[in-house]
C-alpha cells in the first residue's frame, strides 16, 4: 500500500501494522509521542515548547492535567506551561494530600506571574487553611501579595491570623520585610498593636529579631505599645531586644524615655549614664521634643549644661517650630536662657517677639555673679556670657 496525497490516521495505522521495512519518498511523517508521561518530561525542559506540550496534554484527562501535571508545574514552570495545563482542563483549585493548591505552590515560588494566571483563572484561597499572606509578607513579595488580595473579596485579609494568632502584619515584622510592613498597616489598615495568643505584638517580633526599620516604623505608629508585655514571661520589647543582644535597637526602644526622664528631673547624672549606654543625646519623642526641650522648659541647669556638654544641638526645632531657648523666654527661665545662649543658641530665631525676651530680662533683673551679664541688658545684645 503507497497512501499518496495526505494520509489519514487508519492509512497510516494499517501501513505501520505491517512488519517490513518501509520506504518513503518525498514525504514526511509528523509523530508527537503523547501521554502523562511525555507532559512530565516536558515541564524539566529548560525551554517552554507549546506545540509539543498542547500535543502531549491531548491524550491526558483533565484530572491527570490538574492533580499530577499543575500541581507540579505550579512550583517551578514558567507561567505559560500553567496557562497550557489550564487550557486543557485543569482545576485551578485541587489540592495534594498536604492541602497544598496550585495558587498556595505558586505563592511559595514567588512566582507573581503564576499566581497571577492562576487568580485570573478562578484559583480561590480558603482563609481557614491558607496562610498564604503571611508566607508572601514573610519573603517581603508585596507584588504577590497585591496581586492575592482580590481572592479576599472584602476580609480584610491583614488582620487574619495564624494558629498562633499572628496576623500578616505579624509576619511582616518578624522578618523585617519593611515594605510588606507598609503595605498591611498602610494600605491594608492592619492593626499595629494586636497581640497574638502569646501577648507577642508585631514590636515584639520585630525587636526580637533586631530589625532596627520594623522597630522604627512600628514605633511611629504607636506611642504605648513598647511597654507592652508577653503574657508568661512578662517582657517587653526592649527586653527582647536584650535577650537578643540588639544594642541597636537600646535607643529606640528605652534609652530615649530614660533620656527624657532624666532630663525633666534635672538628673544630670542620669542623662549622662543614658548617653554613655548608647542613648542619642537629641532623641525626639512624639511632638518633636529633644531632652533639651524638656530640661529648658523645666529650668533644669544642670541638665540643660549636662546635656550640651554632651553634644547637644542647642537650637533644635520641635513640631511647632519651639526651640529649647524660646521654651525658656516664655517659662521664664532666665538662667537657662542665659545658658543656652552663651553656647551659641540663636537670640534672633523667627517667632521671637521683643516682649517675650522682657518677660525673662528685665530692667534690674538679678542674675548670679557667675553670669557677666549687665543688669539691664537685652536678649538681643547679649552676644557672650562666660559660665
Not at 497510516?12 to 511525555?38: E, Q, T, W
Not at 505584638?201 to 520585630?206: D, E, F, N, R
Request: aromatic share 6%; proline share 5%.
Amino acid at each position: 500500500m503507497l497512501p499518496t496525497g495526505k494520509a489519514d490516521s487508519d492509512d497510516l495505522r494499517r501501513l505501520f501494522s505491517k512488519p517490513g521495512v518501509h520506504i518513503f519518498r518525498d514525504a514526511s511523517v509528523p509523530i508527537f509521542l503523547v501521554g502523562l508521561s511525555v507532559v512530565r518530561s516536558l515541564l524539566r525542559l529548560p525551554q517552554f515548547h507549546p506545540l509539543l506540550l498542547s500535543k502531549a496534554l491531548s491524550a491526558c484527562s483533565p484530572s491527570d492535567s490538574s492533580s499530577l501535571l499543575l500541581l507540579s508545574a505550579a512550583t517551578s514552570s514558567p507561567a505559560p506551561v500553567i496557562s497550557a495545563l489550564i487550557a486543557a482542563g485543569a482545576d485551578v483549585n485541587v489540592r495534594d494530600s498536604d492541602g497544598k493548591s496550585p495558587l498556595s505552590l505558586a505563592v511559595l515560588s514567588g512566582d507573581v506571574d503564576a499566581v497571577n494566571i492562576l487568580v485570573s483563572s478562578g484559583a480561590t484561597v480558603d482563609p481557614a487553611v491558607d496562610r498564604l499572606m503571611h508566607v508572601a509578607a514573610g519573603m517581603g513579595w508585596t507584588d504577590v501579595m497585591e496581586a492575592l488580595v482580590v481572592c479576599y473579596g472584602g476580609v480584610n485579609w491583614a488582620d487574619l491570623t495564624d494558629d498562633l494568632g499572628r496576623t500578616v502584619v505579624h509576619a511582616s515584622a518578624l522578618a523585617g520585610q519593611l515594605g510588606a510592613l507598609g503595605f498591611c498597616v498602610v494600605s491594608a489598615s492592619g492593626d499595629p498593636d494586636r497581640a497574638d495568643v502569646n501577648g507577642w505584638t508585631p514590636l515584639h517580633c520585630a525587636a526580637s529579631e533586631g530589625h532596627l526599620d520594623a522597630v522604627e516604623f512600628l514605633l511611629d505608629r504607636s506611642i504605648f505599645t513598647k511597654y507592652a508585655v508577653t503574657k508568661r514571661a512578662m517582657k517587653t520589647p526592649y527586653d527582647l531586644a536584650v535577650d537578643g543582644a540588639h544594642e541597636h535597637l537600646y535607643e529606640s526602644l528605652r534609652l530615649g524615655d530614660a533620656l527624657h526622664r532624666s532630663a525633666r528631673l534635672g538628673d544630670a547624672h542620669g542623662l549622662e549614664s543614658c548617653v554613655e549606654r548608647g542613648a542619642a543625646v537629641d532623641a525626639r519623642d512624639q511632638n518633636g521634643w529633644t531632652p533639651l526641650h524638656r530640661a529648658a522648659f523645666k529650668g533644669r541647669i544642670e541638665a540643660v549644661r549636662s546635656l550640651i556638654e554632651c553634644g547637644a544641638e542647642v537650637d533644635p526645632e520641635d513640631h511647632r517650630g519651639y526651640t529649647p531657648l524660646r521654651l525658656a523666654v516664655e517659662t521664664g527661665n532666665a538662667e537657662v536662657t542665659l545658658c543656652l545662649i552663651a553656647h551659641g543658641a540663636r537670640a534672633n530665631l523667627k517667632g521671637f517677639r521683643g516682649e517675650e525676651y522682657n518677660k525673662v530680662l528685665k530692667p534690674g533683673f538679678y542674675f548670679p555673679a557667675k553670669y557677666s551679664v549687665a543688669p539691664h541688658a537685652s536678649l538681643e545684645n547679649i552676644v557672650s556670657i562666660r559660665i
